[in-house]
């Protein structure tokens, strides 16, 4: 959307030591003047490099984020990482709902949904993940998946200032197929139709659509040129500067 400014970020899922903080200091440093009036960037490192990545950003226009987050506030939860603690460790966004998550953990709608709440309790932007099986889309029910899965995982109330969604059909994620710029075309623009009935037009309106799934920067300007995309959520090509860079430049 014209007037929404890109944002491209980063999942490097679980990969990533303090030796590859390097890659977040490349691409700051190719996250120049002329890019960053273009395009946002974050990037969402394993929670154990949250904090030292963010301070190696510091100075640059580079938010960092979660991969996830607790619906919990404090507690008996072993295990489990809090949005005030991301929050704290220096993170501007969380994203929730990946299909990861949602396959690997049992992720269901209400959960995704008391996740965003809990990141936007704590002043994060979260990046609600949507995205059908290719079973659900053979069955021509992609749609209707995504507005279910939206339905149930989107906080009423919600803006552009505090949420992000990332439509990633499941099947395109990891394994270099991408939809057709038709489909890209069409489920965007019904996801902004089905936001404006949950949020209200105006809201649904200033609220950035990511593409998520095989993202590289030889088919990024083609995917970013779609209307109602408004970035990319990129998973292998993040870890390597260039290639994110790439995909920031074909924003642009
Ligand atoms: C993702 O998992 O969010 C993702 C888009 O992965 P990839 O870019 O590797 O397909």
Redesign the pocket.
């Known amino acids: 959307t014209a007037s929404i400014k890109p944002l491209v970020a980063g999942?490097w899922?679980m990969n990533g030591l303090k030796t590859d903080l390097g890659i977040a200091a490349e691409i700051a440093r190719g996250h120049d003047g002329a890019l960053r009036t273009k395009v946002d960037l974050a990037i969402c490192p394993p929670a154990t490099l949250l904090y030292p990545m963010t301070a190696a950003l510091i100075g640059s226009r580079i938010a960092t984020g979660g991969q996830d987050c607790s619906l919990r506030d404090s507690g008996a939860f072993t295990g489990e990482v809090s949005a005030a603690m991301l929050a704290d460790a220096g993170a501007q966004y969380a994203i929730v709902g990946?299909s990861?998550r949602r396959t690997l953990h049992g992720e269901r709608d209400a959960t995704v949904k008391a996740k965003a709440q809990a990141a936007q309790a704590a002043l994060l932007v979260p990046i609600v993940c949507v995205g059908e099986t290719k079973d659900e889309r053979e069955a021509g029910k992609a749609l209707a998946v995504v507005k279910k899965q939206l339905r149930g995982s989107v906080p009423e109330g919600s803006t552009g200032a505090t949420l992000v969604v990332a439509y990633?059909p499941v099947w395109?994620?990891?394994t270099g197929l991408t939809p057709t710029t038709a489909d890209v075309a069409e489920m965007h623009a019904a996801i902004r139709a089905d936001l404006g009935r949950i949020l209200g037009k105006a809201a649904a309106a200033s609220v950035r659509l990511l593409y998520?799934?095989?993202?590289k920067p030889s088919n990024a300007a083609e995917l970013m040129g779609v209307s109602d995309v408004d970035g990319a959520?990129?998973?292998?090509?993040s870890l390597k500067a260039e290639d994110f860079l790439g995909i920031a430049r074909a924003c642009g």
């Not at 998520?212 to 993202?215: T, W």
């Not at 959520?233 to 090509?237: I, N």
């Open positions: 999942n899922k990946h990861e990633e395109a994620i990891g998520g799934g095989s993202v959520l990129v998973g292998g090509a």
